[in-house]
């Protein structure tokens, strides 16, 4: 898997070496900007019945220490909230052809809607949230595994 970035695959090889203890205050920095990110999304998002902002959540991959936010989980969990999805990124104007009840084979406009952009929108000030809460525990860890103390 090649990258635009260069020093990546560096990194990762870096970060599969983390000690588990390094990797557990990582994981536990990358949980609470998950949690701050998830209030954020949920405060953006449509709340008609609440259904939408429940499902909003964050998932830390320990392995890789990625942090992913938004409409994740099963397949049928995310059927549930499909329409997230369309209100998300929006929907452009069409006529389609009704297939269903006493108007099938009738042709029907839809109107565009503008996506609200709560879940892949951008969140510049939770970018930097994220860097300010993992920047110095990577600051410290690497000092840690410099100076010797890797696997102690």
Known sequence: MSSKLKGTRQFR???????????????????????????????????????????????????????????????RGRSKLFYGFVLDKGRKAQTVTISRGRRTGARMKIRQILGDRFVTGEYPDLRDAVTREVKPLFSRILARIGNGGGND
Do not use: I, S, W
């Not at 599969?16 to 990358?30: H, I, K, S, T, Y």
């Open 13 to 75: 090889r870096l970060v599969q070496q983390l000690p588990d203890e390094a990797r557990a205050d990582l994981v536990e920095g990358f949980g609470r900007a998950g949690r701050r990110a998830q209030a954020a999304m949920r405060a953006r998002a449509k709340h008609k019945t609440g259904a939408l902002q429940q499902g909003v959540k964050y998932k830390v991959f320990a392995k890789t220490l990625r942090l992913q936010v938004g409409l994740l989980g099963t397949k």
